[in-house]
C-alpha cells in the first residue's frame, strides 16, 4: 500500500493512473453490457451488487484496516449517491438501446466532473484540454441527434431515455468527484474500496428485490443470473477500483474524461454481444469522444 500511495503525484503515478484509466473504461462497458443483456437490468443490477457486496464483506472485515470514524459519513454520502445513479441507469436500459444511452451517459459525465474537480480540487484545464471536452460533447449530442433522427428500436421512448441518460451522466460526474473525494480521506485506500463495496452492494440489491419482488418472483433460471451477477460483481471490483486508485494517484478530472473511451468498447461490445446495429456514422460519433479524451490526457 505505502507503494502505491507513494506515487502520489508522481510522474510514474500519472502513468499508472492512465492504464488504471483505460482499464475501467474496458471494464466499464462491460459491466454495462452484462447489466443490459439477457435478463431484466434491475435483475441484472440486484445479483451483481449482492455479488461484489458479499465479496467485499471478508476483505473489509479482516485484511483492510477498519475505517476512522470520520468515514462513516462519507460512506453513507456516496450510497445515497450511488442508489439514485444505479436507479436512473436501470431506467435508461429499460427505455433505450445500450449503444444509445450508453454513450450518452459515460460522455455527459466529464463535463460536470471536470467542473466538480476545479471546484472541489482546484484542478485547472488548459486551453487544449477545454478543446477535448469540446471534441467529446461534440461527439455525445451529434451522436443523440443522429439517435434521434434515424434510431428505430424504441423509438417511442428514445426521448426520455436520452433525456434520463444526461441526468445519470450528472450522477456519474457526482459520484466521481464524491468517491475521488472519500478515497483520499482515508489513509488506506483499499480500505475506502472494501467498505464502500460492502454497504453498497448489501445496502442496494435488498431495495432492488422489494421494489422488483414480482420480477424477482418469476426468475427460472437462477443459475445463470447467479453467475451473471458473479462476474459483474469481479467486473465492478476492477473497474471501480481503477478509477478510483487513479483518481488518488493523479487529477480527477483527466481520469474521468479518459475512463470514456469506453464509449469506443461498448460501442462494440453491443454489436458483437448484444447484435445491435452500429453503423459508420454512429461509430464515427463515437470515436469523436474517444479523441477528445485522448486530447484532454496527453495536453495536460
Known amino acids: 500500500m505505502d507503494a502505491l500511495t507513494g506515487l502520489e503525484g508522481t510522474d510514474a503515478g500519472h502513468g499508472l493512473a492512465l492504464v488504471l484509466a483505460l482499464t475501467a473504461a474496458l471494464l466499464h462497458a462491460i459491466f454495462g453490457a452484462l447489466q443490459k443483456g439477457r435478463?431484466?437490468?434491475?435483475?441484472?443490477?440486484?445479483?451483481?451488487?449482492?455479488?461484489?457486496?458479499?465479496?467485499?464483506?471478508?476483505?473489509?472485515?479482516?485484511?483492510?484496516?477498519?475505517?476512522?470514524?470520520?468515514?462513516?459519513?462519507?460512506?453513507?454520502?456516496?450510497?445515497?449517491?450511488?442508489?439514485?445513479?444505479?436507479?436512473?441507469?436501470?431506467?435508461?436500459?429499460?427505455?433505450?438501446?445500450?449503444?444509445?444511452?450508453?454513450?450518452?451517459?459515460?460522455?455527459?459525465g466529464p463535463l460536470f466532473a471536470v467542473i466538480g474537480a476545479s471546484i472541489v480540487f482546484g484542478e485547472r484545464f488548459t486551453a487544449l484540454q477545454w478543446a477535448g471536452v469540446a471534441t467529446l460533447l461534440a461527439g455525445i449530442y451529434g451522436l443523440a441527434a443522429y439517435n434521434l433522427r434515424h434510431w428505430t428500436v424504441d423509438r417511442e421512448t428514445m426521448p426520455l431515455a436520452l433525456g434520463l441518460a444526461v441526468v445519470t451522466g450528472l450522477f456519474v460526474a457526482l459520484y466521481t468527484t464524491y468517491d475521488a473525494y472519500g478515497i483520499r480521506a482515508t489513509a488506506n485506500p483499499f480500505t475506502f474500496l472494501a467498505w464502500f463495496f460492502l454497504i453498497d452492494g448489501l445496502g442496494f440489491a435488498p431495495l432492488v428485490a422489494w421494489f422488483h419482488r414480482r420480477k424477482v418472483a418469476e426468475v427460472?433460471?437462477?443459475?445463470?443470473?447467479?453467475?451473471?451477477?458473479?462476474?459483474?460483481?469481479?467486473?465492478?471490483?476492477g473497474s471501480f477500483g481503477s478509477i478510483m486508485l487513479a483518481t488518488r494517484l493523479d487529477k480527477v478530472g483527466e481520469a474521468a474524461v479518459l475512463r470514456e473511451t469506453s464509449t469506443v468498447f461498448a460501442a462494440l461490445i453491443g454489436w458483437l454481444m448484444l447484435g445491435e446495429k452500429t453503423g459508420p456514422r454512429r461509430l464515427a460519433l463515437m470515436a469523436l469522444i474517444a479523441i477528445g479524451a485522448v486530447i484532454v490526457e496527453f495536453s495536460g
Open 220 to 237: 427460472t433460471d437462477w443459475a445463470s443470473l447467479a453467475r451473471r451477477g458473479v462476474i459483474g460483481g469481479l467486473v465492478a471490483f
Open 39 to 108: 435478463h431484466d437490468p434491475w435483475l441484472s443490477r440486484m445479483v451483481i451488487d449482492a455479488s461484489y457486496g458479499l465479496m467485499a464483506l471478508p476483505i473489509a472485515l479482516f485484511p483492510v484496516p477498519w475505517p476512522e470514524p470520520h468515514m462513516w459519513p462519507i460512506f453513507a454520502g456516496a450510497f445515497v449517491i450511488h442508489a439514485t445513479y444505479k436507479l436512473l441507469q436501470g431506467l435508461c436500459y429499460t427505455k433505450g438501446a445500450y449503444t444509445v444511452v450508453y454513450p450518452v451517459v459515460r460522455g455527459t
